[in-house]
């Protein structure tokens, strides 16, 4: 989910395996289960303090209700605090301890797991990778229909180091299982494991192929697999080719904040800010991100309107969850440049 889309590009050395898990996250803020808990649809809408009321008298009078356990590991993650995620995977140990046969318990300790390995250091990240494993195992076992863990568990066979626990062919044999639950899931994983394998012609293909149409949950994958894909496309200067993808992807998906923020930044990096700014301020008015805030900044500062752009960039700055470190340090010294 993510979303957290802000994949490593390669896989990196095994003592760098715990620092590979930030992809682990995407189920959180993306695609839900098949079996969405109570309190999804006001996540998604971002209606957190209203979340919070709701978990909290829900939990007073049972304190080891499924939903609201899992939704509170939401919000921890959402909130994106380090200092929080050891409570988040008490929470997620709490949930499959009284509900040892609900899916999304054991995936919420797969995705707090995976963050706090990711923000934790080396020897962490190394400690904690067969639980976040096993966690997404356990999770797809009880709900075969649970495509978000089992994107989690093949973005972990393909991301961590075979010595540390990947293996390119465990993670066709995710696909090959999801297979026999959803063909049209099976083939998004596909074009993600191509994409991995960097045959990126066949994967664009291929998530553009599938017909996602009336079902939300596989229509969400295809959505971020896609807008993935695109991303290496931006991370590797190819710009024009990102752009034609989400273009392509719009039209799939026209309430695709993120879509909506990668087309805005590739027609920004070819130099055509007064095509970016509407795509941008599209993105921003469906979901409003740091991520887009930014952006804003960069393409006002680029027209010319210093006013606009310290405004964006010092909404950026304040923004929650915090910018990465790279683009909070170049929103501080544009803002330097700017007054």
């Not at 995710?174 to 074009?191: G, H, R, Y």
């Not at 991520?291 to 909404?315: C, M, N, P, S």
């Not at 304040?318 to 790279?326: D, E, M, R, S």
Request: net charge positive; aromatic share 6%.
């Amino acid at each position: 989910m993510t979303s957290f889309s802000h994949q490593p590009s390669c896989i990196r050395r095994a003592i760098m395996a715990s620092l590979l898990l930030t992809p682990l996250l995407t189920p959180i803020l993306g695609m839900q289960s098949a079996h969405a808990h109570e309190y999804s649809a006001m996540i998604k809408a971002k209606k957190y303090a209203e979340v919070e009321r709701a978990i909290g008298a829900k939990l007073a009078s049972d304190a080891n209700y499924a939903d609201a356990l899992v939704a509170k590991v939401d919000l921890i993650l959402i909130e994106g605090k380090v200092a929080r995620l050891d409570e988040g995977v008490k929470l997620a140990e709490q949930c499959i301890a009284n509900n040892p046969k609900n899916s999304e318990c054991h995936e919420a300790l797969g995705n707090v797991l995976g963050i706090k390995a990711e923000k934790g250091g080396v020897m962490a990240g190394m400690g904690s990778l067969g639980k976040i494993r096993d966690a997404f195992k356990k999770a797809i076992e009880l709900d075969p229909k649970n495509f978000s863990a089992a994107n989690s568990l093949m973005t972990f066979y393909l991301e961590v180091p075979g010595l540390m626990g990947g293996s390119n062919s465990k993670a066709k044999e995710v696909i090959a299982e999801t297979q026999k639950v959803s063909p049209a899931v099976a083939s998004l994983l596909l074009a993600k494991f191509d994409f991995k394998d960097e045959k990126m012609e066949k994967a664009k293909n291929g998530v553009l192929a599938v017909n996602s149409s009336g079902n939300a949950v596989i229509a969400q994958l295809q959505n971020e697999i896609a807008v993935e894909i695109a991303q290496a496309l931006i991370k590797d200067k190819k710009f024009a080719d990102a752009e034609k993808m989400l273009r392509e992807v719009i039209q799939r998906f026209p309430e695709s904040s993120v879509a909506y923020l990668g087309l805005g930044r590739s027609l920004q990096e070819q130099g055509k800010a007064k095509e970016a700014l509407p795509q941008l301020e599209k993105s921003l008015s469906i979901d409003v991100t740091g991520g887009a805030l930014y952006r804003l900044g960069k393409t006002w500062q680029a027209l010319g309107d210093k006013t606009k752009a310290i405004v964006f960039f010092e909404k950026a700055l304040a923004f929650t969850p915090a910018l990465g470190t790279k683009t909070r340090a170049d929103a501080e010294e544009q803002l330097k440049l700017l007054k």
